[in-house]
């Protein structure tokens, strides 16, 4: 016979008396008032109190306490995913009328979901620049946002923070980065004046694989606002299990992100020796030092790179003759993984898009680098054999 008296007791003895040192997963949808003046007082916001998950659940704000204070922000939103993070912040800030500029190669889902506003009334404009005052010339009267990625996550390009933030401030212009490259210990540019950062925390910061999940950092007013329609009506929330095992990655992002810098130092050396490498994208190679001295405090380890001329015939033995890179969509894990560019159809895309055929992406993971190089090495002997 199940003692229901017991079960309860000991789930409030699990909560008060075990001093766990990692944090609680509080997994669940609702929380309880303690009587009616209570629930009166937290309806009429003389009291706060968590009361069900899709606003707030302590597992969740344990880690958007942190990320927040990694990023030199206010406060924070986390959500079931970055797209979530994304789509959330763009709803929450712009309406009818508006114009969002978006700079270089921005995630490939957030760009289709800007332009898909069109059937709202928000026009857009996305742009490919060299340098950071270009951007400048395709702001409009009506441009709402100005949103990019620095670096990006496909070319790396990287633009000045202050000077955005400075020319959008001027002009009631809303600055989101998407920092996920980067993460909040190797970039912050609430602190050179951007106004919004979001992370795809399905990335670094999760860390091994497991979770999907998005935040968004920025000062009280902005995540107020993205709160109240974002998160509470679009209703992506994180849930508490994932929220828990991302804070379990964010333990480790230090000592992940410093072995895997010096991984993808050396597999950069390597590429930029071989006779099969036509262009390496990453910070570190094509990107001014005074940008990257400004804003970088270290550098991710993911990085394209451009097979000499290349064929359909030789990205395939180049992906399949990989046996230390698993072929897969995401980053940030413990695996290394390789994503080529072409999917077997997609030229004109491609073409649009400013990419070469031959364009690979390649994620540093934490195996031993000599591993990896050395992989790489055989799978060029046979694309090129
Ligand atoms: N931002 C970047 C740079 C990404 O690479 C991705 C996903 O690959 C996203 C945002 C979207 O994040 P999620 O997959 O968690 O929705």
Redesign the pocket.
């Known amino acids: 016979m199940l003692d229901q008296e017991n079960i309860c007791l000991s789930v409030e003895k699990t909560q008060r008396e075990y001093k766990s040192v990692a944090p609680e997963i509080v997994q669940t949808s609702s929380f309880q008032f303690d009587d009616f003046q209570h629930y009166v007082d937290v309806n009429m916001n003389k009291k706060s109190a968590y009361t069900y998950t899709r606003g707030e659940n302590p597992t969740l704000t344990i880690l958007e306490e942190k990320l927040a204070q990694l990023e030199k922000g206010e406060c924070a939103k986390v959500f079931?995913?970055?797209?979530?993070?994304?789509s959330a912040t763009i709803l929450s800030l712009v309406q009818q009328k508006d114009h969002i500029v978006i700079v270089n190669t921005?995630?490939g889902?957030?760009v289709k979901f800007i332009q898909n506003l069109e059937r709202f009334g928000v026009e857009s404009t996305k742009i490919d620049v060299s340098s950071t005052e270009d951007i400048f010339a395709f702001v409009k009267e009506n441009t709402k946002m100005i949103y990019f990625?620095s670096p990006?996550?496909q070319k790396f390009e990287m633009l000045d923070l202050e000077m955005i933030s400075q020319f959008a401030k001027q002009r009631n212009i809303i600055t989101v980065i998407?920092n996920?490259?980067a993460t909040p210990l190797f970039q912050n540019p609430l602190v050179h004046g951007i106004d919004i950062v979001?992370?795809?925390?399905?990335?670094y910061i999760g860390g091994h694989s497991d979770l999907?999940?998005?935040i968004v950092i920025s000062n009280q007013k902005y995540i107020h606002e993205i709160n109240e329609f974002g998160q509470i009506f679009l209703g992506a929330t994180m849930s508490p299990m994932n929220a828990w095992l991302a804070l379990r990655g964010l333990r480790t992002l230090p000592v992940r992100l410093k072995s895997q810098e010096q991984s993808v130092k050396q597999v950069i050396q390597f590429l930029q020796q071989s006779p099969y490498v036509k262009k390496i994208y990453h910070p570190m190679v094509h990107t001014s030092t005074d940008l990257t001295d400004k804003y970088l405090k270290g550098y991710g380890s993911l990085l394209s790179f451009v097979l000499k001329d290349a064929t359909p015939d030789v990205i395939e033995r180049f992906v399949d003759s990989l046996k230390h890179f698993t072929l897969a969509?995401?980053?940030g894990g413990f695996e290394s993984l390789v994503m080529p560019v072409w999917k077997g159809s997609n030229e004109e895309e491609l073409k649009k898009r400013g990419l070469d055929i031959g364009h690979i992406r390649m994620y540093i993971g934490l195996e031993e680098v000599e591993l990896l190089i050395e992989d790489l090495q055989n799978a060029f002997n046979h694309a090129y054999q």
């Open positions: 079931a995913s970055g797209m979530g993070a994304i921005v995630y889902s957030t990625e990006s996550s998407d996920t490259w979001i992370h795809s925390c399905s990335k999907v999940g998005g969509y995401s980053w």
